[in-house]
């Protein structure tokens, strides 16, 4: 565990003492002076002896593998972040089986609410709609109207469906290249999600511009893009798209504003104003599609 060594004791120590046997239906003494749980009752629930997590707090024990890492990590009762905290400290990759989550928040739900003069959505990873305001339905479509993959954002650019944005076609390869390398990216953090790991194979199957970027094996963030929009009611609208990502779900929450003082910050401004008052649009039933 090389520099390491002493701080993986250190730290197994501390989480060892910050749990009750009691917690996890362990018995107790009645007079019992230990604070935290020893390392009987540790082993006892990771399934390895004393003798050995003593040798790993004192770091005798070199190189603990992934299965006793990930024990560790379940009888402890880790956070996502301890867990990858505590494969680092011994030098080992922390496999990675998070499921993606489409989850609302209550503060990003209040925050697209109150976005109530822009249009706003939330994606998740996947780049499935999960939430958006009135405007965004209003300005950009409204996600409902369309069969369930054609929602999804990364299908709609890779297989050229229609859509309001005019792009040049240095514009469209731009952010084709973006979205893809987005979902390069995606695809490292949740390798064993099933719903990224089936849009990826059916973009693979359908869209030789997808199979193409692919394969060259970019990896970056779609975070940002000026749209221009040739909106049937409001005319031409130029946008400014910008995508700010959530630390704890990887949600992206996607805000559409336009320079103040602009004929297409006029449009929105009247737009908002005839729409005001109106609530969340939520798509429940999308979490999960791939």
């Not at 249009?119 to 939430?131: C, K, M, Q």
Request: proline share 7%; charged share 25%; hydrophobic share 40%.
């Amino acid at each position: 565990m090389g520099a390491s060594t002493n701080e993986f004791g250190e730290t197994l120590r501390s989480w060892r003492d910050r749990l009750q046997p009691e917690e996890l239906g362990l018995p107790t003494a009645p007079h019992r002076r230990a604070r935290g749980l020893n390392r009987k009752e540790l082993g006892r629930l990771a399934g390895m002896s004393p003798d050995y997590l003593v040798q790993l707090e004192q770091g005798r024990a070199k190189a603990p593998s992934v299965q006793v890492l990930g024990a560790l990590a379940r009888a402890l009762r880790l956070t996502e972040a301890e867990r990858a905290h505590l494969f680092r400290l011994a030098d080992q990759p922390a496999p990675d089986d998070r499921q993606i989550s489409a989850a609302l928040p209550h503060s990003v739900r209040r925050l697209v609410e109150q976005l109530s003069a822009s249009p706003a959505a939330v994606y998740d990873v996947r780049w499935n709609p999960v939430a958006w305001n009135v405007m965004w339905a209003a300005a950009i479509s409204d996600p409902l109207t369309r069969p369930v993959r054609e929602r999804n954002m990364a299908w709609r650019a890779l297989l050229g469906l229609p859509t309001h944005v005019v792009r040049t076609a240095a514009e469209q390869r731009q952010v084709e290249e973006a979205i893809v390398a987005d979902l390069r990216s995606s695809s490292g953090r949740y390798p064993s999600d099933p719903g990224l790991a089936e849009l990826i194979t059916d973009l693979l199957e359908a869209s030789p511009r997808f199979r193409s970027l692919w394969s060259a094996r970019h990896v970056g963030v779609y975070d940002q893009e000026h749209k221009t929009i040739d909106h049937p009611e409001l005319g031409v609208l130029e946008i400014d798209c910008d995508i700010l990502t959530t630390h704890r779900n990887d949600l992206r929450v996607v805000v559409y504003t336009a320079a103040p003082g602009s004929a297409s910050a006029k449009a929105l401004d009247e737009l908002s104003a005839t729409l005001n008052g109106r609530p969340l649009i939520d798509g429940p039933h999308l979490r999960g599609a791939g």
